[in-house]
């Protein structure tokens, strides 16, 4: 039972262009949420996160969004760059209490942006 | 500014065998946390401490088992190898709980 999933194992995107990653979650205790960059032979890198009090934040060329309703998050890549390529992993947990150290992940979503 | 260390980065063994998987932080995190990646999938909490001397088990803790004596140090140990431990293991580490987590760049085991 995913909790947390990826629907798209890959995206190809142009260079310039924008770069649109999606992630649905089942846990209506779910009320943070990160992005992780992940290269090969190497470990997930943090990228961005949110927690449900908000809709949105940016951090340069990076936005999350959060639907909760939907319980849908999106991260945008705005304009993509070859160097983005990589697997991205969305991951969520509770904000307090029992089990927010706990990171439930998502399987993933390869990214490729074409020169 | 290492950041997450795991060694070894490669490792094969047979099954039966055991080791320890070794981590170290120099962030002076208070928490600690072992997962594993298995192809295809995301990763999956294995244990974590949330401080030296106190360790607890996450989502898939069977055959492996922790120990956290030091704030810096936190390995994983491997009792009698199998083949569905085979995986990549990543080890990371956070302030407190509800921060992003830094990870180290993992240990990837093939047991044969």
């Known amino acids: 039972d995913q909790q947390v999933k990826q629907n798209s194992p890959s995206l190809s995107v142009q260079e310039g262009r924008i770069s649109i990653l999606n992630c649905d979650y089942t846990n209506s205790m779910f009320d943070y949420f990160l992005w992780y960059k992940k290269y090969p032979a190497e470990g997930p890198t943090f990228l961005i996160s949110i927690s449900s009090i908000k809709d949105k934040n940016e951090d340069g060329r990076f936005t999350v969004f959060l639907n909760k309703s939907a319980k849908h998050l999106s991260l945008h890549i705005v304009p993509s760059q070859p160097g983005d390529s990589a697997v991205y992993f969305c991951?969520?947990?509770?904000?307090?209490?029992?089990?927010?150290?706990?990171?439930?992940f998502g399987k993933g979503t390869k990214l490729s942006v074409i020169p | 500014n290492a950041g997450v260390t795991q060694t070894p980065k490669f490792r094969i063994l047979k099954i039966g065998q055991s080791m320890t998987l070794q981590c170290t932080q120099d962030m002076n995190h208070n928490y600690m946390y072992w997962y594993r990646q298995d192809p295809g999938m995301g990763l999956k909490l294995i244990y974590y401490?949330?401080?030296?001397?106190?360790?607890d088990k996450g989502e898939v803790p069977n055959g492996y088992n922790v120990s956290r004596s030091t704030t810096e140090d936190f390995p994983l140990r491997l009792e009698l190898a199998a083949p569905s431990q085979t995986s990549v293991y990543f080890c990371?580490?956070?302030?407190?709980?509800?921060?992003?987590?830094?990870f180290g760049d993992g240990t990837r085991l093939s047991i044969l």
């Open positions: 990371a580490s956070s302030l407190r709980e509800v921060q992003p987590q830094h």
């Open positions: 401490s949330v401080g030296a001397g106190i360790t």
């Open positions: 991951a969520a947990s509770p904000y307090s209490g029992a089990g927010s150290y706990q990171l439930t």
